[in-house]
């Protein structure tokens, strides 16, 4: 498992360098992930450094649910494509291709998840079934009816699975989706 801790930079994680253009802000920050101890599939975790009001309030909802500390704290979530530090995503612009870069300028904190049992294929399958979600919506509804949930079914995790419209997505069930398939 690979953590970036941008406060405490790790030099068998990270390198100095990288053979291709890196935005400014990641340049002056002078770290990114290794990506070559990265592999298709993998569950890309971010938090911000300096949360805002809506980490805190994830974080708080994830709390209620009864997910443990270690796994509360992360407010999004990607799936590594196995290319170039290349991701898929959910966010408010919906689900979109993007890039380790974003969170490789010392503001967050990364970690990587891998399920130790799966193949190569299975890897790349992950890859491909998040790219499959490419341009659907963000699922504001969805969240909303998550956040209701933890406030009113305090301290249980949900004994039935909720789920969005099928043409929307939010950043967790992203993965969750592309891996279950």
């Known amino acids: 498992m690979l953590y970036l801790d941008p406060r405490n930079i790790d030099p068998n994680s990270c390198r100095r360098w990288v053979p291709r253009t890196l935005p400014a802000e990641v340049r002056e920050f002078g770290f990114y992930p290794d990506i070559d101890l990265l592999k298709p599939g993998d569950l890309v975790l971010v938090r911000n450094l300096n949360g805002n009001w809506t980490h805190r309030l994830i974080e708080r909802f994830q ?51 891998r399920s130790p049992n799966l193949s190569d ?21 969805h969240l909303w009816e998550l956040f209701r949930l933890a406030q009113f079914r305090l301290g249980r995790a949900p004994t039935k699975r909720v789920k969005p419209p099928k043409a929307a997505r939010i950043c967790s069930e992203l993965y969750e989706d592309a891996f279950a398939k």
């Not at 290319?83 to 969170?103: H, Q, T």
Request: hydrophobic share 35%; charged share 30%.
């Open 63 to 113: 709390k209620k649910l009864g997910y443990h500390e270690r796994d509360y704290i992360w407010h999004h979530a990607a799936v590594y494509l196995g290319v170039d530090g290349k991701i898929c995503e959910a966010d408010l612009d919906g689900v979109r291709y993007g890039s380790l870069d974003r969170y490789s300028t010392g503001n967050h904190f990364i970690r990587i998840r």
């Open 121 to 141: 294929n299975q890897r790349w399958q992950i890859a491909v079934k998040s790219l499959v979600e490419l341009n659907k919506r963000y699922s504001i509804e």
